[in-house]
Nanobody
């Protein structure tokens, strides 16, 4: 199972970033995909997920600012983040679960500066 994130960088507070998560065709067609964030010195936390049918679920604290979508032609899931705050800084991971095993990408760093 291949999961790979991209799109991170440094952005000013109030700005926007879109992250991408590419996976293999089979995984994309059969499994939900999730996004997590790991802030410096903290545990990895759930942000949201998207099912194979496009239904999304979000952590309450981000649901008004973050949007998860999927592009079926590219086997890619996106995390659009708006109105970013310094507290959003961290490494963002894409994830999928198959047969009780979690698969993670290498993560992509997002730094939100004042």
């Amino acid at each position: 199972v291949q999961v790979s994130e991209s799109g991170g960088g440094t952005v000013q507070a109030g700005g926007s970033v879109r992250l991408s998560c590419a996976t293999d065709r089979w995984t994309f067609a059969h499994h939900a995909m999730g996004w997590f964030r790991q802030a410096p010195g903290k545990e990895r936390t759930f942000l949201g997920t998207i099912t194979i049918n496009g239904t999304t679920y979000y952590r309450d604290s981000v649901k008004d600012r973050f949007t998860i979508s999927r592009d079926n032609a590219k086997n890619t899931v996106y995390l659009q983040m708006n109105s970013l705050e310094p507290e959003d800084t961290g490494i963002f991971f894409c994830n999928t679960w198959q047969s009780g095993t979690g698969y993670w990408g290498q993560g992509t760093q997002v730094t939100v500066s004042l």
